[in-house]
């Protein structure tokens, strides 16, 4: 079961904090990830880890959301920094039966129930 919370309203600019807990996996072998789905758009992808650290990011992210992960809590987390009105969407957690990390929507097996990010201009 992946649990997502830390959604919610922010002006652009600001910043929000992502958590996700995972319970029933093995978290410590699984690649992790974080994807998203804007109004009216499709899913799409936009952070990922793996068991190790090692990370991926789309290009529209680099430099102002950061993808952690804290093994020892079964926690993955997803800093979000200079956010944009374009960033606004509904905020999913996902697990992947592999410890490489992954960018797309079919690399993941588990999901979670999504938490709204809304950035107003």
């Known amino acids: 079961q992946l649990v997502e919370s830390g959604g919610g309203l922010v002006q652009a600019g600001g910043s929000l904090r992502l958590s996700c807990a995972a319970s029933?996996?093995?978290?410590?072998?699984?690649?992790m990830g974080w994807f998203r789905q804007p109004p009216g758009k499709e899913r799409e992808f936009v952070a990922a880890?793996?068991?190790?650290?090692?990370?991926l990011y789309r290009d529209s992210v680099k430099g102002r959301f950061t993808i952690s992960r804290d093994n020892a809590k079964n926690a993955v987390y997803l800093q979000m920094n200079s956010l944009k009105p374009e960033d606004t969407a509904i905020y999913y957690c996902?697990?992947?039966?592999?410890?490489?990390?992954?960018?797309?929507?079919?690399?993941?097996?588990?999901w979670g129930q999504g938490t709204q990010v809304t950035v107003s201009s």
């Open positions: 996902a697990a992947r039966r592999l410890t490489a990390a992954g960018h797309q929507l079919a690399d993941y097996d588990y």
């Open positions: 029933g996996l093995p978290f410590n072998s699984y690649g």
């Open positions: 880890i793996s068991w190790s650290g090692m990370t």
